[in-house]
């Protein structure tokens, strides 16, 4: 209880309340009361639990005062179009909700008394009416009954009918006008009208072009349906125009009506005559007899009758007085013999002209004489000589030959080859006359081409122009030196002086001049500077005095040193190979054996059977091969001949049996050989 809202009698247990209890704020009430027996520290306890019963003292309440829905007026009797909604805090049967519509403006509407849906009871399509406002009233069902109308007011609920968009605008403008070709641009063509019986939006229509306005000719205003010229029309360009409209209203979804409105151009006699070509070209064979057909001119008016006939005529201009022009076939003829060296091309301007009114066009003549094959062709050169890298890639381009031929077309048109042998390695392009590489150079193959170039023409019957053409190939550095041999073997006594030749190496370079210049040199091998190789002459020879047994104590392979020897031109870029030398360096002997130990101390016992083993002596010799090879010998100590050494192993093993009474020690000298 801590809101303090029981109070209960310590001696009696009677459970009282304090302060009004509300059944919607706590509906049951959980008591623990606790005893306890005079003094005792024990403790007894249990639970009381109190329902608060509700009475119905809270109306029904409204969560909004209005509300507002819209429907179509095509909906169906029993479609329900709004929910009321209110809330009672009782519970029960005080709580249960039973609604009604106080005051009817129509008999449309009914409404669920316990769930609040209100429905149509019939369709309100030929209603006048397009909005209805329900009161709302919501009654609980205690006893007595409150209703929404104690507390508040009840609900206003506005139920407005919408128009749907049934109906498609229709025409009612004439699909036919008439208009001049030569009105000025804004000019009013026609204005269209359609009709729609929907209210609102549904409608309201806006016109639209959808098809045969392609060139902008016309311009239509969408809301007021007035069209207008865009441009300046021409009938002889296009003397009617069939526009699909469209008439669009704005319901949701739109609806539409399309009508073909046919546009007459009307003629004004506005044009000018035309030339069928701007540009008449022909060719006419030089030395010919006057008189000659050159060409005929034509032209067209687009008016019709005295404004369409026309007379030909030729204007003043360069050799024009050697044409003379029929004025009304337009057939043009030569008056004099003509000939192309004097004059190749002729331009003249022909002229048509209108009667009815003073109307004129002119079209260009451009008039060839035709050539005859009587020049060869010539090159500028009699002999040419050119100089080429050998690396130059397959299809490279090395001269470009020209001959000129003063004659025309064909006449003129020089046609290129190539006589004598090039060996595969060149082809001219028989247009350009490029020469052209067809294969890799090598001038260490061939270093020199001599051929020649001919031009010629069209005629079998004039002599050709030849050309001598040689080519030099330069030298690419594109060989290395070859050395003779990959590997080479020598050998060389140690202790020689310095400079003693061991061996001459030797490569090739099929290159010339610097690029065939070998400098030879000693890549690796050569640490500590022990030999020493003469770049020019490739001779390798000792730096230092050698010594074998030096060499055998810190190389793989006793004695020998294994140079890579570099052979190098001095091209540019500088190419290269090596060569693998192994040199021996042959032993001398000079070297004496030595004992492992200067002394060896050897502790036996006197019991020790005879042909035991005793010990075993080893010498070293830093000389090779039988300079190395070492024997062994007692030299003094073994005069009774207790002991036995192999003279192989060094092995020494006893022979007689020992006393140590009567022999404690024994010194034996051993000489190694």
């Known amino acids: 209880d801590p809101h303090g809202r029981f109070s209960i009698d310590p001696q009696f247990g009677i459970i009282r309340t304090k302060t009004q209890l509300d059944h919607e704020t706590q509906s049951v009430v959980v008591l623990t009361v606790q005893s306890q027996l005079g003094d005792s520290p024990v403790y007894s306890s249990t639970q009381v639990n109190i329902s608060v019963i509700d009475i119905n003292d809270n109306p029904p309440v409204f969560l909004t005062q209005s509300d507002r829905v819209t429907i179509s007026h095509t909906q169906p009797p029993g479609t329900a179009v709004y929910i009321a909604h209110a809330e009672d805090k009782d519970s029960g049967l005080n709580g249960a909700i039973k609604y009604s519509i106080a005051s009817k403006q129509s008999n449309a509407f009914s409404i669920d008394p316990s769930l609040g849906v209100i429905n149509l009871t019939r369709t309100v399509f030929a209603d006048k009416q397009h909005a209805y406002t329900l009161h709302i009233a919501a009654e609980d069902s205690g006893i007595p009954p409150l209703t929404s109308s104690l507390v508040l007011d009840s609900l206003a609920a506005k139920i407005v009918i919408l128009d749907i968009n049934d109906n498609s605008p229709s025409f009612t ?31 309201q229509v806006t016109y639209h072009i959808l098809s045969g306005n392609e060139n902008k000719a016309f311009i239509l205003d969408k809301i007021t349906g007035l069209l207008t010229t865009a441009q300046l029309l021409d009938r002889e360009i296009q003397n009617c125009y069939n526009l699909t409209l469209m008439a669009l209203d704005d319901g949701s979804p739109a609806l539409f009506a399309t009508q073909v409105l046919t546009i007459v151009v009307l003629d004004v006699n ?27 001119v034509e032209a067209v008016d ?29 057939v043009l003829l030569t008056t004099a013999s003509l000939d192309r060296e004097t004059q190749e091309v002729f331009r003249i301007k022909g002229n048509s002209v209108k009667y009815l009114p003073s109307r004129s066009s002119t079209a260009q003549l451009y008039l060839t004489v035709l050539d005859e094959n009587d020049h060869n062709p010539m090159f500028a050169k009699t002999e040419y000589q050119i100089s080429v890298r050998e690396d130059l890639e397959e299809g490279s381009a090395i001269l470009d030959l020209f001959a000129s031929d003063k004659d025309d077309g064909l006449n003129g048109e020089v046609m290129y080859s190539l006589i004598d042998d090039t060996f595969g390695a060149f082809a001219i392009d028989s247009v350009t006359g490029s020469i052209v590489t067809t294969k890799a150079l090598d001038r260490e193959t061939k270093s020199q081409y001599t051929f020649r170039a001919v031009a010629s023409d069209c005629s079998t019957h004039l002599p050709r122009s030849t050309t001598v053409m040689t080519i030099l190939i330069q030298d690419v550095n594109d060989n290395a030196p070859k050395f003779e041999q990959s590997y080479y073997k020598a050998s060389v006594w140690e202790g020689q002086s310095p400079k003693t030749d061991i061996i001459q190496i030797f490569a090739t370079d099929l ?8 400098e030879y040199s000693v890549l690796s091998g050569n640490e500590n500077a022990t030999f020493v190789i003469d770049s020019a002459r490739g001779i390798l020879a000792t730096n230092t005095v050698l010594d074998h047994e030096n060499a055998s104590s810190y190389r793989e392979m006793a004695s020998s040193h294994r140079l890579v020897l570099l052979a190098s031109d001095r091209g540019t870029p500088s190419l290269n190979s090596t060569a693998t030398v192994l040199i021996t360096v042959l032993d001398v002997n000079d070297n004496s054996p030595v004992f492992s130990s200067p002394e060896y101390h050897i502790h036996v016992k006197e019991s020790i059977p005879v042909g035991s083993h005793v010990t075993e002596v080893s010498a070293n010799d830093c000389d090779a091969g039988t300079n190395a090879e070492i024997t062994y010998a007692i030299i003094s100590g073994n005069d009774r001949g207790h002991f036995h050494l192999d003279e192989k192993t060094g092995s020494v093993d006893l022979m007689k049996t020992l006393d140590y009474e009567d022999t404690m020690k024994f010194i034996l000298i051993i000489q190694a050989t």
């Open 302 to 330: 687009r008016d019709a009758g005295l404004n369409s006939l026309l007379r030909y005529e030729i204007l003043p201009g360069t050799g024009y007085e050697k044409f003379k022009m029929n004025p009304d076939s337009g």
């Open 173 to 203: 403008s004439s699909p036919l006008s008439y208009v001049m070709e030569d009105v000025e641009v804004g000019f009013l063509v026609h204005r269209i009208i359609a009709k729609d019986p929907d209210e609102g939006r549904n409608g």
């Open 270 to 296: 506005d044009e000018a005559p035309m030339f069928l070509k701007q540009l008449y070209e022909t060719a006419i064979r030089e030395n010919q007899d006057p008189g000659e057909f050159v060409l005929k």
């Open 511 to 518: 290159d010339s001049g610097l690029n065939g210049e070998t």
